[in-house]
């Protein structure tokens, strides 16, 4: 098992959303370049208790590109992919997580170069690892 | 077996009259309980709001109002930035509503002085750290003060 945005980009490369880790998949980083990105960033979730290896977990989905439509598309897209009617998604055979679907994908901000970013939260729960 | 049940309508009145003020003290309770939260949640966000020319700041706000869908003494708090009348930032001449998401959400932009996820964060910890304390303590408050009348 590797580390939580590690599995889910690998879900998301699997699933065919995206190409791969540092190609157009990045995890806690947004590169200038390529254009078009999906960048999954982990951010405090709940309290780890001592006793339970389960976590809550945070993770922002975001997506950026040119065509404001085909972003908003491929966020949803994924938004879709973390959905199931009991909320576990097995992201590897490793790797399983039940995913709290926070908000709808939203406009996060359109930056200098006109590219647009979506983006929505998640909670996570699965292992500390 | 019987039961036997004598029950005085007086003494069902004063019961009736006890219960009704011991609700007035928990709707009042309510109230208190919801402002204590929202200015604890506030506090805890400034300190972690992005501080670049402080308009972010000064744009936070809460208000508590009483909700009239629902029977009761129920009461909705709603905290967050953008108000004060939406202040200009003097950098950019835009107005603090106008860049508060990306300022919470963009996790990949620098945040002077501050972080993403300012005010998220700190409703995630008080509700799982301090809500039920809050809670208690405002409805042992108003359930002291309902039994101090009651024992006049």
């Keep these: 098992m590797a580390t939580l ?3 889910i980009g690998t879900f998301l490369t699997a699933n065919g959303v995206t190409t791969g ?13 390529p254009d078009d990105v999906v960048v999954l960033h982990e ?7 001592p006793y339970d290896s389960i976590v809550h977990r945070s993770v922002q989905v975001a997506v950026r590109g040119i065509d404001a439509d085909l972003v908003r598309a ?16 097995e992201f590897t055979p490793d790797r399983w997580g039940q995913v709290y679907l926070r908000q709808p994908p939203f406009k ?3 930056d200098a170069r006109n590219r647009v970013v979506y983006a929505f939260n998640t909670g996570i729960t699965t292992t500390k690892e | 077996m019987r039961v036997k049940m004598d029950i005085s309508s007086s003494e069902l009145s004063q019961f009736d009259f006890a219960c009704m003020a011991v609700m007035r003290n928990i ?28 308009t972010m700041l000064s744009s936070a ?25 939406d202040p200009v930032n003097p950098k950019t001449g835009k107005r603090a509503s ?23 964060d700190p409703v995630r910890e008080y509700a799982e750290g301090k809500f039920y304390r809050t809670i208690f303590q405002y409805a042992a408050e108003a359930i002291a003060a309902s039994n101090a009348m009651n024992a006049r």
Excluded at chain 1, 27 to 33: I, K, L
Excluded at chain 2, 102 to 119: C, I, Q, R, T, Y
């Design chain 2, 27 to 54: 709707g009042a309770g309510t109230k208190k309980a919801t402002i204590a939260a929202c200015e604890e949640i506030l506090d805890m966000s400034r300190a972690q709001v992005p501080k670049d020319t402080w």
């Design chain 1, 21 to 33: 880790d540092g190609v157009d998949l990045f995890r806690d980083f947004r590169p200038e370049d």
């Design chain 1, 43 to 49: 951010y405090p979730g709940s309290p780890a208790t």
């Design chain 1, 5 to 7: 945005l590690i599995d």
């Design chain 2, 98 to 120: 106008s860049y508060m998401v990306k300022l919470h959400e963009d996790m990949s932009a620098p945040h002077v002085n501050g972080k993403a996820k300012f005010l998220e």
């Design chain 1, 74 to 89: 491929k966020a949803l897209r994924i938004f879709e992919l973390l959905t199931a009617e009991n909320r576990i998604i």
């Design chain 2, 61 to 85: 706000f809460y208000e508590v109002k009483r909700r009239s869908d629902v029977a009761g003494y129920s009461y909705q708090g709603i905290v967050g930035y953008g108000g004060n009348g």
């Design chain 1, 108 to 110: 996060m901000d359109t």
